[in-house]
C-alpha cells in the first residue's frame, strides 16, 4: 500500500541556473525526496520563474514566464526548489503579477514543515559551514531549518559562520551592475568563510554559492561550495567526494 508520502504529486522546479549549470543538484533532490518515499516529476515544460526579468524592472517580461510556471505545475500537492530566490519569487511576487502560485516549497522547508523529518539518512563526513541565503532567509523565513537538517548528518562537522545573515554580493543583475560593491561584499563573506577552516560551504541556492566558489576558487583557497541538497542526498553507500 503507498505510503501518504508516496501518493503526493512532488514537482520538482530546478530552476534555470541548477538545470544549466547545476544539474548535480537537481538530481540529488530527486535522489533525496525519493529515499524518503516521494514520487518526483519533472515537467519537462518549466522555464525561467521571471525573477531576473522582474527584478531588473522588466515587469511585463516576467508576467508571462509566471503565468507558464503556474500552468506548467498546475495540479501538483508539491513543488519543491532548490532555490530560496526563485521559490521566493513564485510565492510572494506572483500574486503581484496577478498570477496564482502553484503550492511551492524551498528545500528545506518541505523536508521539515512538509514531510516532518530533520534526519534524512544523510552522511557526510567533512567540516561545514552554512551561509543563509538573502531570500530563504528574509523573504522566505526558512529560519533554522537547514541548520537542523545539517546537524543531523552523520558525520558532519557544521561550524557556525561569522556575520552569517550577511550578503555575499550576487544579487542576481546586481553583481554585474554594481560589481565594485559587490566584490567587496564578497571579500567579507569570503573572509568569514576562511574563518571557519570549513571543507566545504554549503547554502540553499546555487545562485549565491557560484558567487562565493569563484571567489574562493580564484584564492586556491581549497573550500569546496555544495549545495544543501546534495549533502543531505549523500550516504554512506554513496560517500561524496571532493572533487570541484
Known amino acids: 500500500m503507498p505510503t501518504e508520502r508516496a501518493t503526493r504529486r512532488v514537482a520538482l522546479f530546478a530552476t534555470c541556473l541548477t538545470d ?3 544539474p548535480d543538484t537537481a538530481r540529488a533532490v530527486v535522489r533525496l525526496l525519493e529515499r524518503l518515499g516521494c514520487s518526483v516529476e519533472f515537467p519537462e515544460a518549466q522555464t525561467c520563474c521571471g525573477q531576473m526579468h522582474f527584478n531588473t524592472g522588466y515587469r511585463a517580461k516576467a508576467a ?8 506548467v505545475f498546475a ?64 523573504m ?5 531549518k537547514p541548520l537542523r537538517l545539517l546537524r543531523a548528518v552523520k558525520g558532519l562537522d557544521l561550524v557556525e ?28 563573506k569570503m573572509s568569514c568563510v576562511l574563518d571557519t577552516s570549513a571543507d566545504v560551504v554549503t547554502a540553499g541556492d546555487n ?27 549523500s550516504t554512506e553507500e554513496e560517500p561524496w567526494a571532493a572533487t570541484r
Open 20 to 22: 544549466t549549470f547545476f
Open 64 to 71: 508571462p514566464l509566471a503565468r507558464n510556471v503556474a500552468t
Open 75 to 138: 495540479g501538483y500537492d508539491a513543488v519543491v526548489v532548490p532555490s530560496g530566490s526563485c521559490a521566493g519569487m513564485v510565492r510572494h511576487v506572483y500574486p503581484d503579477l496577478s498570477v496564482t502560485p502553484p503550492p511551492t516549497y524551498e528545500l528545506s522547508e518541505f523536508l521539515v514543515d512538509v514531510l516532518e523529518v530533520e534526519d534524512v539518512g544523510a552522511y557526510f563526513p567533512h567540516r561545514v559551514t552554512y551561509h543563509p541565503t538573502c531570500h530563504s532567509l528574509r
Open 140 to 144: 522566505l523565513g526558512v529560519g533554522d
Open 161 to 188: 559562520l561569522p556575520a552569517a545573515d550577511s550578503c555575499c554580493g550576487f544579487g542576481g543583475t546586481f553583481a554585474l551592475k554594481n560589481a565594485d560593491v559587490s566584490s567587496a561584499m564578497l571579500a567579507d
Open 207 to 233: 545562485s549565491c554559492l557560484m558567487h562565493i566558489g569563484g571567489g574562493l576558487s580564484r584564492l586556491r583557497a581549497g573550500v569546496h561550495p555544495v549545495h544543501l541538497a546534495e549533502i543531505l542526498a
